[in-house]
Structure formats: C-alpha cells, structure tokens
C-alpha cells in the first residue's frame, strides 16, 4: 500500500523570485513529499506592498511552477479576512505549514494549523538582503 504524499504548504506573492526565496521552498519542500504555494493576487501585492505587481500572478506560478521543489501552485483570489485564509488551508489539508522565523503571518498560520492538526514548521530565518524590494530599489538607483 502506497502512502499518500505529506502536503507542505506555503504562502506569499514571489513577485521577484531571488535566493532568499528559492532556499525557503527547498527547505519546506524537505518537510514533506508534496510542495503546495499558496499564490497571493495581483490585487493582494497592490494592497500589501503598495505597488502593481512586476510579474502577474499566472506568470509568478508559471516561474514557481519551474523550480523542481514545487509540486503544485494555488492561485489565490484577493483574500481578506483570517477566515478566507482558514478556508484555504482547510482545503488544501497540509499535514505541515511552513513558514521563515520573520513572517509577519506566523501567529495567524500557527492558529491555522493547530485548526487543522497540521505542524507549524519555520523552516529558514528571514535571511537578510534579500528582497523583493531591496531588488526593486537597487535597481531604481541604477536608473
């Protein structure tokens, strides 16, 4: 009898994929047998970061969908509330959420897991200089 695969799931925008990004899905993908992201909005980066979105969302879980860590992409519609982002995760049933030691989210995923009788893992602290907006302002000097 096969064992069915340990969903790890993730969550962010991944809007400019970089190091920092890369080394947290490798390291929750060890988690587990079956990578899931769940893929913020268009609209969610507008609300969240302040600015448009440089790749759309079909085009972020395009580049994710490439890496060999990831197994499966959810495109999220723009959520708001605790229990919109609750409904994800209960669909999605990971036996683990994974998240970094800095995520702003982490008591909201923490509620979330124990909700669902999945593990909390941090897998990787906030690993610093690199960002998407570090990215983005580096490359607005060079401008």
């Known amino acids: 009898m096969q064992t069915p695969p340990q969903k790890v799931l993730v969550g962010g925008c991944f809007d400019i994929l970089h190091y920092g990004h890369v080394r947290f899905l490798e390291l929750a993908k060890a988690q587990g047998t079956h990578l899931i992201i769940a893929l913020e909005s268009d609209d969610a980066i507008l609300r969240e970061k302040k600015r448009h979105p440089i790749h759309t969302q079909e ?16 495109r ?8 919109d982002y609750l409904g994800v995760v209960k669909s999605i049933g990971p036996a683990v959420i994974a998240t970094t030691s800095g995520d702003p989210q982490l008591n909201n995923k923490r509620m979330q897991a124990q909700t669902i009788g999945a593990r909390l893992e941090v ?3 906030l690993l610093e200089g ?5 990215i983005l302002a580096l490359l607005e000097e060079e401008i």
């Not at 690199?130 to 570090?134: A, K, L, Q």
Request: hydrophobic fraction near 45%; glycine fraction near 0%.
């Open 59 to 74: 085009e972020r879980a395009h580049i994710l969908l490439a890496l060999t860590c990831v197994d499966d992409v959810v």
């Open 76 to 83: 999220l519609p723009l959520l708001s509330t605790y229990d």
């Open 123 to 125: 897998v990787i602290p």
């Open 130 to 134: 690199f960002s998407s907006s570090r």
